[in-house]
Structures are given as structure tokens and as C-alpha cells.
């Protein structure tokens, strides 16, 4: 059976999940998965499974602000090799959040919320040759008619792999999926309900151990919150933030390096203390640190249920500088709801940062479907605004999009 999937560089990580869940499973360990980095790769693939006659299926990973790309890239496919018969599957953030407009764009099946057990239980039933509609997280269309089988049951991140050993696909360890804090903006909370659901330190360890087989000791972390982690609620709990990192640091000691609250994670302003560095300088080897701050206005901050005040920034940043760590700081311009005065708010807080020696990550707010802000405007920024934000450029402290 061969899985052929689309692989940018921006879905590594999600993709890379599902072909460990795959790999948990002995009755797929046969499977012939084909990782496409681009379109040329792609319809390599794609030609070469119509030339061998090879029925396959097609995945994609979603994210929204690309699903055009990918309706354009499957509908093609469909044109071009009209036999064997493909499968075109869809998952991700777009397809969860809108699979019937996945559905209508081009694609066949479209998993709807977290997908380890849904894509693993798909393949079985195409392995027995048996009906695979009726497992819970799919959508299908029959003639014009939306159909899906409802959401399926959140998952024990402890059941999977953060990695697929045969393919040597290593990536960050997801440590916590789901967030409490709900920014109306992020789909983390709305895709995987508000709620922390963290991997157990033991799980962690075991999966390092196979990682460091592999030559792998360097270790990053996705999680939506890096000092939440343990936690079920606001509150840190940093004796369980150091159980974690001392029981990665005895399993990849010295040579290992171990990088917390950055890339491809961030740290809530409000979480950053001395304490908390202090736990960060003892066990790990970055050297800065990402905090989200999204806004310079409190207004903006609360409209957007941020749960955090613009001095807790300011602290935050003044601690970690103080503390003798870069410090990226997380901006999003066009809040709906935001003013040139707010807009103001933030560049005066951007020039105070940048003066204590802080970077400043900027982001243009985009609606994302699933969010409370799925049908929200971006405010438009004035020529003023515009000015400095092209004069903060000029630092060197300012990047993004």
C-alpha cells in the first residue's frame, strides 16, 4: 500500500506524527510512505504510482491560508492521472475547521480533529477491504450531500511517538496539546478544546532513548506553553517543569543540548520570574527566549482574552535580559478592534523592548476558521503606522511578516 504525502516544510512536524502513529501498528509496518518536500517531488510520485498501476492514497495537512494551493495542486492531480483510482485525504487545521469547503475543494475524506488513531484505523480498513466510514473524525461528501461521523475522542499523547524511527522523521517533543487559554485569534484551543493534555515524563524518556540511538540529542518542544506544562489550570508548577527537564538531561547528559520556551514553542509573559530562569539556566542550553505579547494595548490584549497585561511583558522582558537571555517578543498588528492609537500602543512598547535589547517578531492577524474570530476584519494600519514599522526595520531588531 503506498501513502504518498505532501511534506512542506511548514507541516514537518504534524506529518511526521502521523507516520510514528502508523509505525505503532504491525499490520501497516509494510507501508511504502513517499515524503514530497514539493510539487516537482509530488508529481513524481504521483506519476510513478499511474505508471506501476499502484492504487494509493494522496494526504495534505492543511493549514487555511494555503487551502487554495492545495484545492489548485489535488484537482490538477485528478485531471492528470485519472487512473489508478487515488484517494485524496485531507487533515490539519483547515480541514477541522471547515471539511465540508475541504471536501468541496477538491479532496475525498477529510479527518476532522487529531488524527494518530483515525488515520492508523483508515488504513486497516482499507488493508480488509472494509467500510472505514463509519470510524469517528471523517467528512465525506456523497453526490452533494455533506456527511461526517463526528469528532473523534481526544488523544493520549502518551499512545504515540513524537517521531517515525523507519523513516528517520525526529522531531520536536510535543509535551502538551489543547490550551486553557483560548486567545480568540489561535486555533490551538478551539481544534483540541481548552484544556492542557500533557505526555508523561516517563513516555518523554523512553522515546528519547530511541532518539539518541539514532544520534539524536539535541531536544526542542512543542507545546503551546512551556511553563504550563504539568499543570491543569493558570497556575506554573515548576517542581513538575524540572522534573521534565533533569529527566531529559539524565537521559542525553552533557553532550545532549536541551532548548525550552523557544522555537518552536514561546513562554507566557506572565510565567517568566527569577525562579523560572533560574530552572531554565540550570538544565538547558538556549541562550533566548520567545515570549507572545501580541499587543502593546491592554485594550486589545483583553479583547482578545490574552489573559495577560502589557506589564507583565515589560517585566517579563526586563527579568529575562536581566538574566542574560535574548529575548524574541511575539506581535500581532491588526487585532480586530484595533485603533491607530492601539497600534501606537504597541509601537511605543516595541521601541522600549528594542531598547533593553529585545527582538520583535511581527504577524499580521489573519481570521483562522474554527476561532471566535473566524469572520473578524483585520484593522487596517495607517500610513504612520506603516512609516514605523519600515523605521523599526532599520534597527535590525525587527523581523517577520
Not at 11 to 22: C, D, E, K
Not at 38 to 45: C, K, L, M, Q, Y
Not at 138 to 163: C, I, K, T
Amino acid at each position: 500500500m503506498r501513502f504518498i504525502l505532501y511534506y512542506p516544510r511548514n507541516r514537518l512536524h504534524s506529518i511526521n506524527v502521523l507516520a510514528g502513529a502508523l509505525e505503532t501498528e504491525p499490520r501497516l509496518g509494510d507501508m511504502d510512505i513517499r515524503f514530497c518536500r514539493g510539487e516537482e517531488t509530488f508529481h513524481a510520485e504521483m506519476e510513478s504510482s499511474a505508471k506501476e498501476n499502484i492504487p494509493s492514497v494522496i494526504g495534505c495537512s492543511l493549514f487555511s491560508v494555503e487551502f487554495a494551493k492545495y484545492s489548485r495542486l489535488i484537482n490538477g492531480c485528478k485531471q492528470k492521472y485519472p487512473a489508478p483510482p487515488f484517494l485524496y485525504i485531507a487533515g490539519g487545521p483547515h480541514a477541522t475547521a471547515e471539511p465540508e469547503d475541504t471536501l468541496r475543494g477538491g479532496f475525498d475524506l477529510a479527518f476532522i480533529g487529531e488524527a494518530e488513531k483515525t488515520l492508523v484505523d483508515f488504513f486497516l480498513c482499507l488493508r480488509e477491504n472494509r467500510d472505514y466510514r463509519f470510524l469517528k473524525g471523517l467528512a465525506w461528501m456523497e453526490g452533494n450531500q455533506f456527511h461526517h461521523s463526528g469528532r473523534p475522542d481526544p488523544v493520549n499523547l502518551d499512545h504515540y511517538p513524537f517521531y517515525c524511527t523507519r523513516y528517520r522523521k525526529l522531531n520536536p517533543i510535543e509535551i502538551t496539546r489543547g490550551c486553557i487559554y483560548a486567545c480568540k485569534y489561535c486555533q490551538s484551543a478551539y481544534l483540541h478544546k481548552a484544556n492542557f493534555r500533557h505526555r508523561s515524563v516517563e513516555n518523554i524518556c523512553e522515546l528519547l532513548k530511541t532518539m539518541k540511538t539514532k544520534g539524536r540529542v539535541d531536544v526542542r518542544f512543542s507545546t503551546p506553553s512551556a511553563l504550563s506544562y504539568g499543570s491543569s489550570n493558570t497556575q506554573v508548577h515548576l517542581e513538575r517543569v524540572e522534573q521534565l527537564l533533569s529527566s531529559i538531561r539524565e537521559v542525553v547528559q552533557e553532550k545532549g543540548r536541551i532548548y525550552f520556551g523557544t522555537f518552536p514553542s514561546e513562554i507566557r509573559p506572565e510565567h517568566i520570574t527569577f525562579e523560572s530562569l533560574r530552572l531554565i539556566k540550570k538544565y538547558c542550553n538556549n541562550d533566548n527566549l520567545i515570549i507572545g505579547a501580541q499587543s502593546g494595548s491592554q485594550k486589545i490584549l483583553d479583547l482578545c482574552h490574552r489573559g495577560h497585561t502589557v506589564e507583565d511583558v515589560r517585566r517579563a522582558v526586563r527579568l529575562s535580559r536581566e538574566a542574560g537571555f535574548g529575548v524574541n517578543v511575539d506581535i500581532i498588528f491588526g487585532l480586530p478592534g484595533e485603533t491607530d492609537q492601539d497600534a501606537r500602543l504597541t509601537l511605543k512598547l516595541m521601541e522600549e523592548l528594542i531598547s533593553w535589547g529585545a527582538w520583535i517578531h511581527s504577524h499580521y492577524f489573519m481570521p483562522l476558521p474554527g476561532t471566535p474570530y473566524q469572520n473578524a476584519s483585520s484593522a487596517e494600519l495607517s500610513d504612520e503606522t506603516l512609516q514605523l514599522i519600515r523605521k523599526a526595520e532599520h534597527t535590525g531588531k525587527f523581523y517577520g511578516h
